[in-house]
């Protein structure tokens, strides 16, 4: 008799009771572009950007990236891949609209023989920071990377490259 009592008392709490709310991460979508410097050569060049990130836990982001030439080289048909990376941010918690993000890439970085004299595909670390704004459901980002660590054989892999784009989109 007791047990039944006390499975009954359970289960009606268990219905009585208000569920915590589902927290579901938030997910960006962005769109942008920005100039790539090679400071070697002196060359500036146009990129664009699709960047998508996702909030694992609070302050902590996964973030993909897939950037293309846009300008600036010879490039047939007026556009060629850049970069592939996949990331992961730390978004300081700062209150209000503003916010900041810092953290690092990996991926493969496309050397195109009319910019490096090479025609290869090459690994890349590229740390980044990202100062960001968000209204509603929409977002924009400044974001600064710099080719750090070169993970391929090719020497043409510039560590002093670097790049800054602006994006805008939407959170969901």
């Known amino acids: 008799m007791i047990r039944s009592l006390l499975a009954l008392v359970v289960l ?3 219905i009585a009771l208000p569920a915590p709310e589902a927290e579901a991460g938030e997910i960006s979508i962005l769109a942008g572009i920005g ?3 090679d400071v070697d050569r002196g060359d500036v060049d146009a990129v664009g ?4 990130s996702y909030e694992v836990v609070p302050m902590l982001l996964i973030s993909g990236e897939i950037q293309g030439y846009t300008g600036g080289i010879e490039v047939p048909d007026g556009l060629a891949l850049a970069d592939v990376q996949l990331g992961a ?3 300081a918690p700062i209150p209000g609209w503003f916010g900041l ?3 690092a890439s990996i991926g493969l970085q496309n050397l195109l023989d009319m910019r490096h004299n090479d025609d290869a595909i090459v690994g890349m670390i590229k740390p980044e920071i990202a100062l960001t ?3 509603a ?3 924009a980002r400044l974001a600064y990377q710099h080719n750090l660590v070169p993970l391929g054989t090719s020497a043409l892999a510039d560590t002093d490259d670097g ?3 602006i994006m805008a989109g939407f959170v969901f």
Request: net charge positive; charged share 10%; glycine share 4%.
């Open 49 to 52: 950007v699709i960047h998508v």
């Open 12 to 14: 009606a709490a268990c």
């Open 137 to 139: 459901l929409f977002k």
């Open 133 to 135: 704004a968000s209204v």
């Open 163 to 165: 790049q800054f784009t």
């Open 101 to 103: 993000e810092v953290g």
């Open 35 to 37: 100039p790539r410097f």
């Open 89 to 91: 941010l730390f978004a």
